[in-house]
């Protein structure tokens, strides 16, 4: 008699309680993914200013005038990158005047 009066789990509350921490961990797992890409791509935005910059000063110590556009460093020094996720405007000042050169993220490019 004395185990009578003990109440019994309802299988339907540990399911409950089984989803809720499942979707917990789910969650947070996916907020750790969505982080860490962003992040990379931050760091992919200033290696590729970065390497521009650098691929630049290459040129214009080599030749003697600072290249007249972005597609002669992409050709001549390999320089690639990810055009859907960047894009760079690289503005001709003069032959001895350093270009003007801003990389921008695309909107919606992997946030």
């Known amino acids: 008699m004395r185990f009578t009066n003990q109440k019994r789990n309802h299988p ?33 935005q200033t290696n590729l200013e ?7 000063s290459q040129y214009y110590v080599l030749v003697g005038h600072y ?6 460093l992409e050709k001549e020094y390999g320089l690639t990158y990810n055009k859907k ?3 760079v405007d690289y503005q001709v000042l003069g032959e ?3 270009p003007d050169i ?3 993220r695309k909107e919606g490019a992997y946030e």
Do not use: W
């Not at 290249?67 to 002669?72: D, V």
């Open 102 to 104: 801003v990389v921008i």
């Open 50 to 56: 970065t390497a521009i910059e650098r691929c630049v």
């Open 12 to 44: 339907f509350k540990n399911i409950v309680i089984s989803v809720i921490i499942f979707l917990s961990v789910a969650g947070l797992f996916n907020y750790g993914v969505q982080s860490m890409s962003k992040q990379s791509i931050d760091e992919q």
């Open 96 to 98: 001895n005047i350093a």
């Open 85 to 87: 996720i960047f894009f």
């Open 67 to 72: 290249p007249e556009s972005l597609n002669i």
